[in-house]
T-cell receptor, first 115, second 115 residues
Framework: NAGVTQTPKFQVLKTGQSMTLQCAQD?????MYWYRQDPGMGLRLIYY???????DKGEVPNGYNVSRLNKREFSLRLESAAPSQTSVYFC??????????????FGPGTRLLVL | AQSVTQLGSHVSVSEGALVLLRCNYS??????LFWYVQYPNQGLQLLLK??????LVKGINGFEAEFKKSETSFHLTKPSAHMSDAAEYFC?????????????FGSGTQLTVLP
């Protein structure tokens, strides 16, 4: 099992450009998450998907959109990138998502630099 | 509302010395608590979690943590540090009545192990 995979690993954008970050999991998990990690701030939830066909906003959703393409894949789109979106983006998944005690499994991250 | 505070953004220990990483939580009810580790250029990996069973929780790689309700703490310890323990460690909290998406992370502690 590859677990949670993310592409690309690194990306440089110019302000105003768009891009999509891809995430896939092969653990048959129902719930998937997108986080951003900024220095000194831990991880903050951008969007999550409790199950296939559903998505909802997290703590910091502005400037982002998501698509739960199928049970395996959950993509994050930046329509018009801004320097404030320079960050490391992590995708995660969990089995059901409905219980607070569930372990989340993380991908290796995408480092995004917006100039 | 829930939150976690990790005291010390950087901790240095000598190889073979005790590792102590501090985490205090704020929650209206006894929460679920997690410690995740992030090795350089990798995603987060679960070390251990407390879900209201035994207050002393043993995790992977020789780490353990003790839930102390009276002190609202969940400090992470390891008796003898190894060079491979150098990483960033995140404490996280959620509510028993909540869902996995409501996981709140601390700001992280970077552990350096000196030879």
């Amino acid at each position: 099992n590859a677990g949670v995979t993310q592409t690309p690993k690194f990306q440089v954008l110019k302000t105003g450009q768009s891009m999509t970050l891809q995430c896939a999991q092969d653990m048959n998990h129902n719930s998937m998450y997108w986080y951003r990690q900024d220095p000194g701030m831990g991880l903050r939830l951008i969007y999550y998907s409790a199950s296939e066909g559903t998505t909802d906003k997290g703590e910091v959703p502005n400037g982002y959109n998501v698509s739960r393409l199928n049970k395996r894949e959950f993509s994050l789109r930046l329509e018009s990138a801004a320097p404030s979106q320079t960050s490391v983006y992590f995708c995660a998944s969990s089995l059901r998502g409905g219980r607070g005690q569930e372990t989340q499994y993380f991908g290796p991250g995408t480092r995004l630099l917006v100039l | 509302a829930q939150s976690v505070t990790q005291l010390g953004s950087h901790v240095s220990v000598s190889e073979g010395a005790l590792v102590l990483l501090r985490c205090n939580y704020s929650s209206s009810v006894p929460p679920y608590l997690f410690w995740y580790v992030q090795y350089p250029n990798q995603g987060l990996q679960l070390l251990l979690k407390y879900t209201s069973a035994a207050t002393l929780v043993k995790g992977i790689n020789g780490f353990e943590a003790e839930f102390k309700k009276s002190e609202t703490s969940f400090h992470l310890t390891k008796p003898s540090a190894h060079m491979s323990d150098a990483a960033e460690y995140f404490c996280a909290v959620t509510q028993p009545s909540g869902s996995a998406r409501q996981l709140t992370f601390g700001s992280g502690t970077q552990l350096t192990v000196l030879p």
